[in-house]
């Protein structure tokens, strides 16, 4: 079961598994999200994970992922769905991490996506690992692919690097081979199966 509520995650993760279970997403079990209340990616990931697993008597992965701006001192970081509302409202989001970042008269356009992921059985162990992936904003947003804040972020390994496409200008699969996502699947999948 993937512990989320986001079909772009959910979607991503799906495709992260490659087939080898079958996903159902924690808002089509009708299961309430928990209110994350941990101070890291890390502690909230494996606070959503629990959740599911204990609630469901399914083994849940939940991923809890997020921005972090170095002019914002990290922001928005683990509160980066929050900055988009109640409404999910990205491109508000993601507008306010480009007044925020004018604000402080910096010019350092370095950011990083970091993702936490973590699988929990029911009322038993859990694995927990995180992926990063550096790179530089970019405003106005460009692309339409992807969700959150991909139309902002330009990855360091993108084609021709800094000044190349952002991860909302990518193919999916061109995303997954680099994202913070599939950086953190590749640690769990040696985690759980090597």
Same mark, same amino acid.
């Given at each position: 079961?993937?512990?989320?509520?986001?079909?772009?995650?959910?979607?991503?993760? *799906?495709?992260?598994?490659?087939?080898?279970?079958?996903?159902?997403? =924690?808002?089509? $079990?009708?299961?309430?999200?928990? !209110? @994350? +209340?941990?101070?890291?990616?890390?502690?909230?990931?494996?606070?959503?994970?629990?959740?599911?697993?204990?609630?469901?008597?399914?083994?849940?992965?939940?991923?809890?992922?997020?921005?972090?701006?170095?002019?914002?001192?990290?922001?928005?970081?683990?509160?980066? *769905?929050?900055?988009?509302?109640?409404?999910?409202?990205?491109?508000? =989001?993601?507008? $306010?991490?480009?007044?925020?970042? !004018? @604000? +402080?008269?910096?010019?350092?356009?370095?950011?990083?996506?970091?993702?936490?992921?973590?699988?929990?059985?029911?009322?038993?162990?859990?694995?927990?690992?995180?992926?990063?992936?550096?790179?530089?904003?970019?405003?106005?947003?460009?692309?339409?692919?992807?969700?959150?804040?991909?139309?902002?972020?330009?990855?360091?390994?993108?084609?021709?690097?800094?000044?190349?496409?952002?991860?909302? !200008?990518?193919?999916?699969?061109?995303?997954?081979?680099?994202?913070?996502?599939?950086?953190?699947?590749?640690?769990?999948?040696?985690?759980?199966?090597?």
């Amino acid at each position: 079961m993937a512990a989320t509520h986001n079909p772009g995650k959910a979607r991503e993760i *799906a495709g992260l598994l490659d087939g080898r279970f079958e996903l159902v997403a =924690a808002g089509e $079990l009708g299961l309430p999200e928990p !209110e @994350e +209340t941990e101070t890291t990616f890390v502690g909230n990931a494996l606070l959503k994970a629990r959740h599911a697993a204990d609630r469901s008597g399914l083994i849940s992965i939940a991923d809890d992922s997020g921005l972090s701006v170095s002019a914002l001192g990290g922001a928005p970081g683990i509160y980066s *769905a929050r900055w988009a509302g109640p409404d999910k409202d990205f491109a508000h =989001a993601m507008a $306010l991490v480009e007044q925020r970042v !004018e @604000e +402080t008269g910096s010019d350092d356009m370095a950011a990083w996506f970091t993702s936490a992921l973590a699988v929990a059985w029911p009322q038993g162990p859990a694995v927990v690992v995180e992926g990063r992936v550096d790179g530089q904003l970019t405003f106005p947003p460009r692309g339409d692919r992807g969700f959150g804040y991909d139309p902002i972020f330009i990855p360091a390994q993108s084609e021709g690097g800094v000044g190349g496409q952002t991860f909302g !200008e990518m193919d999916p699969a061109a995303k997954d081979g680099i994202s913070h996502r599939a950086l953190a699947f590749a640690k769990l999948k040696a985690a759980l199966f090597d």
